[in-house]
């Protein structure tokens, strides 16, 4: 439907946006969105007048490497083909936390 919309020339973020993976990565990607459920997340106080917190501000957390290693495992994933696994996952995760944490600072373009 959102594909209709688009093909008459009307700008859809969910279409223009979109990212398409290539499919030799289509497993990182996978399981870097079912991963994401198991994050943390974090309190962060937010300083008020003379180091008084006047908020919290909570912000997600890193994905867990037990949880990284326990989806290699069910994959069988060993050596080299797990390090590259967890390598892509981490580098997915270290830029959405980015992402987040300029959001949160109001710091988007």
Not at 45 to 66: F, K, N, Q, S, Y
Request: negative net charge; glycine residues 8%.
């Amino acid at each position: 439907m959102l594909e209709q919309i688009a093909s008459r020339g009307v700008y859809v973020p969910a279409i223009a946006t979109r990212v398409e993976v290539e499919p030799h990565l289509l497993v990182e990607w996978r399981a870097y969105f079912e991963l994401a459920g198991d994050r943390p997340v974090q309190f962060v106080p937010i300083g008020g007048e003379m180091g008084a917190t006047a908020d919290i501000r909570v912000l997600p957390g890193p994905i867990p490497w037990t949880a990284v290693d326990a989806y290699g495992r069910r994959l069988e994933l060993t050596g080299d083909a797990f390090d590259r696994f967890a390598a892509l996952l981490a580098a997915m995760d270290r830029a959405y936390l980015d992402w987040k944490a300029e959001v949160a600072n109001g710091r988007t373009h």
